[in-house]
């Protein structure tokens, strides 16, 4: 059994932790945001992702930021830091491409998913976050055990 991570849109962090329960209906599953989301971010930036420099990313303020929780830590909302939208979103699609295969070589991905399996998720994932920066609206996580 494995974590699901479904990534949306809300207008407000209230209004996303309002989804704890039903989930999103419109949810795009992606990577875990606290640690594999982080080490295509810090590639981006181009960083090593097994840096100490990589790894401040994660002590980032509001990092993996919890907005609710159903008190067994079975089912959360965390929040997406707006930096990391941006960058992905932002990002040339031939620096998304090139990231692709250091990143599934990283030590959270390796040997679990394949850089074309991991083009096609950030395919999505950058088609969200932009809606994100268009509609001025934050980027969450529902994570489900």
């Not at 008190?71 to 692709?100: C, F, K, Q, Y």
């Not at 932009?130 to 969450?140: D, I, S």
Request: overall charge negative; charged content about 25%; proline content about 5%.
């Amino acid at each position: 059994m494995g974590v699901k991570y479904e990534y949306f849109l809300a207008e407000t962090d209230e209004s996303a932790a309002q989804m704890l329960e039903t989930g999103p209906t419109d949810g795009v599953l992606g990577p875990d945001p606290v640690t594999e989301l982080v080490s295509l971010e810090a590639i981006l930036k181009g960083l090593d992702p097994s840096s100490d420099e990589a790894m401040l990313l994660m002590s980032r303020p509001g990092h993996g930021r919890t907005l609710a929780n159903d008190g067994t830590d079975s089912v959360m909302i965390l929040g997406v830091l707006d930096e990391a939208v941006s960058l992905i979103a932002t990002a040339e699609p031939d620096r998304i491409t090139s990231a692709m295969q250091p990143w599934a070589e990283t030590e959270e991905l390796a040997g679990r998913v394949t850089a074309a399996e991991l083009a096609e998720v950030t395919e999505i994932l950058r088609a969200l976050f932009e809606r994100a920066l268009v509609a001025n609206g934050g980027v969450y996580v529902r994570l489900s055990l």
